[in-house]
C-alpha cells in the first residue's frame, strides 16, 4: 500500500511540475526524470501541500537542498531576499540570550549588498522571535569597532545600520561591532561604551557567508556550540538544510525548528483547516 501511495504520489508531483515549467520548455519526459531526484520529488510535495516542510542535506550540499525550493517554493510576498541562518546554542550562558544566538547569514547570498544585508537582518530578527521568545539585539559584525578602523567594508556595514535605523524598527541594532565587542560586557564598556547592543548582541549579523560559514564552524568546532542549520527564511514554506557533518541530534533540532516554523504558518492561515504536519 506504502508503495502504491508513493507512486502515485510521484505521478501527481510530475503533472504539477510539467504544468508548472511547460510554458518554459519543460517537456513531460524532462519532469518524469527531474522527479526522479527525491529533493525535487519532496519539493513538489510540499508546493502541492502534501507536505508541510522539508528537512534535508546530511548527504548533498546547500545549494543541491536549497536549488529546488528557491525555484518551486520560492519566495514570501514582499520578501527580496531568502537567507539562512544558524540557531547557536553555548554553554556559556552569560553570553547572548542564555547562551542563544543566531548567526546570519551563513548558507546562502555569497556577497550580500546593504539591501540584502538588512533584508537577512530583519528576517532574523522575527527568527529569533519565533523560535526563542525574547528581546533582539542585533550586531552588524566587523573587524573594526566604532570606527577604530577604515575600509569598503566598513562604509558599508554603516550603510547598513544607517538603512535599518531609518525604517519603522521595533529592535536594537547596532555596528560596525568586533565580536568580543558585542557579545562580551566588560569589551564592550571599553570599546562602545554608549552602545544599547554591544555586550548584549544575541544576534549576529556577519558581512558575507565566507565569514559567516567560517565563524558558526570555528563556533561550533572550537567552542563546542551546538549549531542548527542552516535554516531558511523569507521561503513561502520551510525548507531546511543540514551540514553534511550533522549528527542526529542536528537532525531532530532542524526537525523541530521546521515544525516551529509550519506552525508559525497555520496561524497565518487559519482559514485552513487542521491536518497533522508531514516533515
Not at 116 to 135: E, M, Y
Not at 147 to 171: C, H, P, R, W, Y
Not at 181 to 203: T, Y
Request: charged share 25%; net charge neutral; glycine share 6%.
Amino acid at each position: 500500500t506504502r508503495c502504491r501511495e508513493v507512486s502515485w504520489a510521484r505521478r501527481m508531483c510530475i503533472r504539477d511540475r510539467y504544468e508548472l515549467r511547460k510554458q518554459k520548455g519543460m517537456t513531460i519526459n524532462q519532469a518524469t526524470e527531474l522527479v526522479k531526484d527525491y529533493i525535487y520529488f519532496a519539493t513538489m510535495m510540499i508546493k502541492c501541500n502534501d507536505a508541510d516542510g522539508m528537512v534535508c542535506g546530511a548527504v548533498h550540499s546547500t545549494s543541491d537542498t536549497l536549488r529546488p525550493a528557491l525555484q518551486i517554493i520560492k519566495s514570501k510576498e514582499g520578501i527580496d531576499t531568502v537567507s539562512a541562518f544558524f540557531l547557536m546554542e553555548s554553554k556559556h550562558k552569560e553570553f547572548g540570550e542564555n547562551g542563544v544566538f543566531i548567526f546570519a547569514d551563513c548558507g546562502l547570498n555569497p556577497t550580500p549588498d546593504v539591501t540584502q544585508l538588512c533584508d537577512i537582518t530583519i528576517g532574523s530578527v522575527n527568527s529569533f522571535r519565533k523560535l526563542v521568545n525574547a528581546s533582539p539585539k542585533v550586531a552588524l559584525l566587523s573587524y573594526s569597532t566604532k570606527g577604530s578602523a577604515k575600509g569598503e567594508n566598513i562604509d558599508k556595514t554603516l550603510a547598513v545600520l544607517n538603512k535599518l535605523q531609518s525604517m519603522n524598527i521595533d529592535f536594537d541594532v547596532d555596528g560596525e561591532l568586533q565580536l568580543d565587542a558585542a557579545i562580551v560586557e566588560e569589551v564592550a564598556k571599553l570599546k562602545a561604551p554608549n552602545s544599547k547592543v554591544a555586550g548584549k548582541a544575541n544576534i549576529l549579523i556577519f558581512p558575507d557567508l565566507e565569514a559567516g560559514n567560517i565563524g558558526y564552524k570555528i563556533a561550533q568546532r572550537f567552542g563546542d556550540m551546538l549549531a542548527l542549520g542552516p535554516i531558511t527564511q523569507g521561503l513561502n514554506k520551510p525548507v531546511n538544510d543540514l551540514s553534511r557533518g550533522c549528527n542526529v541530534d542536528d537532525i531532530v533540532g532542524a526537525v523541530a525548528i521546521t515544525c516551529v516554523q509550519v506552525e508559525d504558518l497555520s496561524l497565518i492561515h487559519i482559514s485552513e483547516p487542521t491536518r497533522p504536519l508531514y516533515i
